[in-house]
Nanobody, 125 residues
Framework: VQLQASGGGLVQPGGSLRLSCASS????????VGWFRQAPGNEREGVSS????????YYSDSVKGRFTISRDSADKTVYLQMNGLKPEDTAVYFC???????????????????WGQGTQVTVSS
C-alpha cells in the first residue's frame, strides 16, 4: 500500500491548510487512516484518524475543534483540514493506514503498518 501525503506549506498563525493522503487502496473501504506529526526534537504524535467507513473520527486534544478529518472514496483520498493554525502545529505531518486499528488506540503509531512520506507544515509570521 503506497500513501502519498501532500498539502503542507508555510502559513501565518490563524491560517488554514488542507493536507491530503492519497492511495489507490482507499477505494476499497478497508483502511483506517491516521495523521501523525513530528516536530524537531519531539516524538511522533497522533493527530487524527478516521475509520475505514468514515463514520468514526478521532482527534488529539491539541487539535480538537480546529482540525477536521474526512475521506472521499471517489478521490481515493483522506483529508485533514487544519484551521486556526498555531506555531506549535509546526511539524512534519505523516499519514498512515492499516486494516485493523482498535478504536481505543486509533492515535497510536504502533497500530499502523503503512506509512507515507511526510509533508512539512510551518506556522510562522
Amino acid at each position: 500500500v503506497q500513501l502519498q501525503a501532500s498539502g503542507g506549506g508555510l502559513v501565518q498563525p490563524g491560517g488554514s491548510l488542507r493536507l491530503s493522503c492519497a492511495s489507490s487502496a482507499f477505494t476499497a473501504g478497508y483502511y483506517h487512516v491516521g495523521w501523525f506529526r513530528q516536530a524537531p526534537g519531539n516524538e511522533r504524535e497522533g493527530v487524527s484518524s478516521i475509520s475505514s467507513s468514515g463514520h468514526s473520527t478521532y482527534y488529539s486534544d491539541s487539535v480538537k475543534g480546529r482540525f477536521t478529518i474526512s475521506r472521499d472514496s471517489a478521490d481515493k483520498t483522506v483529508y485533514l483540514q487544519m484551521n486556526g493554525l498555531k506555531p506549535e502545529d509546526t511539524a512534519v505531518y505523516f499519514c498512515a493506514a492499516d486494516v485493523f486499528v482498535r478504536s481505543e488506540f486509533a492515535l497510536l503509531e504502533s497500530q499502523y503498518v503503512h506509512w507515507g512520506q511526510g509533508t512539512q507544515v510551518t506556522v510562522s509570521s
